[in-house]
């Protein structure tokens, strides 16, 4: 199959976005090799609705397109429908996602050219199918770098990883700090949540205790994620002076704004992670079921912690053992340490 050409001039690219907070996060990787190696391309990025806030803030993205379909549906009369309104706009799709349903708009678009991985036997629906070897491409942003590239380039797995970078808003972090009433204290992110399951979330008790010992030492405290973290949020949170229960009451697009605001930030391995990351935040990432050899954060200023168990990586959702050692041993004490430390180096570059 033909190549298009290495200058890209005008070529119209719809990327079907991941369906994740972080992988959308670390997709931008793939939107900016794209810039670099077509330029004058323009980028389309189809997406659910509460991504597109994400996707303004990556300046390589040119338009985001909503697909309003809910977790599980199928959503035919939906993927129709968007599919006429892209019809004859694009001259390249890269679907991102391995589902044969989520190739299915840049089908229904007669998009002439239709890249992606090999899965659930989607023959017809892309034109451009190449085999994933995960051996050889072992990180979800190589992955989505590869799929940017000529096949016989990708394949080697050895091509540069731009590392993702998102706009911060200084408008709204001003607003921000009002309605929120924040301390003027420096500010050290939590995200205690972890949509795939509890064996990827440290212990609310270690949050807390770090919390405690944080705010002793003259830093404020601002806990983010969805609704669904709240609960989690003020158990953390609650009779701790300086620490501000963010959960839920913010929109994704406030919580860039918000933890590159940030000192340095604590989290689990999740969506809000890759968002700190990209917001130029140090992360201290904490891995039990997951591994940092798979989604790690892409930036050089984070600190992995991991216990790395015979037991772990599991990759499960919740511990087959029981007993989520892989978390409940990483002690609050490390964490202090490692953000004393990380401060002690961020003082000296300042």
């Not at 051996?135 to 770098?145: E, S, W």
């Not at 795939?196 to 949050?207: D, E, I, N, T």
């Not at 919740?318 to 340490?337: D, F, K, Y």
Request: net charge positive; charged share 20%.
């Amino acid at each position: 199959m033909r190549e298009p050409s290495e200058t890209g001039a005008g070529e119209r690219i719809l990327v079907v976005g991941p369906s994740w907070v972080g992988d959308m996060v670390m997709a931008q990787s793939l939107f900016m090799t794209l810039k670099a190696r077509y330029p004058g391309c323009r980028i389309a990025v189809m997406a659910p609705a509460w991504s597109l806030p994400i996707l303004e803030r990556m300046a390589e993205v040119d338009e985001g397109v909503a697909l309003d379909v809910g977790h599980g549906e199928f959503g035919w009369h939906t993927r129709h429908r968007v599919a006429r309104a892209l019809r004859g706009r694009f001259d390249r799709a890269i679907v991102l996602p391995r589902s044969w349903k989520s190739a299915l708009v840049p089908f229904l678009a007669r998009i002439p050219q239709r890249i992606g991985f090999t899965g659930e036997q989607r023959y017809g629906v892309l034109n451009d199918r190449r085999r994933l070897d995960k051996a050889v491409l072992d990180q979800t942003v190589k992955r989505f770098v590869a799929l940017g590239l000529p096949a016989e380039k990708a394949v080697k797995g050895n091509f540069p990883i731009p590392r993702p970078h998102l706009a911060v808003d200084a408008d709204n972090l001003a607003e921000l700090r009002g309605v929120h009433g924040l301390s003027t204290r420096p500010g050290i992110g939590m995200m205690p949540g972890a949509e795939y399951g509890p064996a990827k979330q440290w212990p609310l008790a270690h949050f807390r205790a770090l919390a405690k010992a944080l705010v002793a030492e003259g830093f404020a405290v601002r806990v983010l994620g969805g609704p669904g973290d709240s609960e989690a949020g003020e158990t953390i949170a609650r009779g701790l002076g300086h620490v501000h229960n963010l959960c839920g009451r913010t929109r994704l697009a406030d919580a860039v704004d918000l933890l590159a605001d940030c000192r340095q930030v604590v989290t689990n391995d999740s969506g809000l992670m890759h968002v700190a990351a990209a917001a130029g935040t140090w992360v201290h990432a904490l891995y039990g079921s997951s591994s940092p050899a798979y989604t790690p954060p892409l930036t050089d200023s984070a600190d992995i912690h991991t216990l790395a168990l015979e037991c772990s990586p599991c990759f499960a959702r919740t511990c087959p053992l029981g007993h989520t050692r892989c978390l409940t041993e990483l002690s609050p004490e490390r964490l202090l340490t490692a953000v004393l430390d990380a401060e002690r180096h961020l003082a000296v570059e300042n």
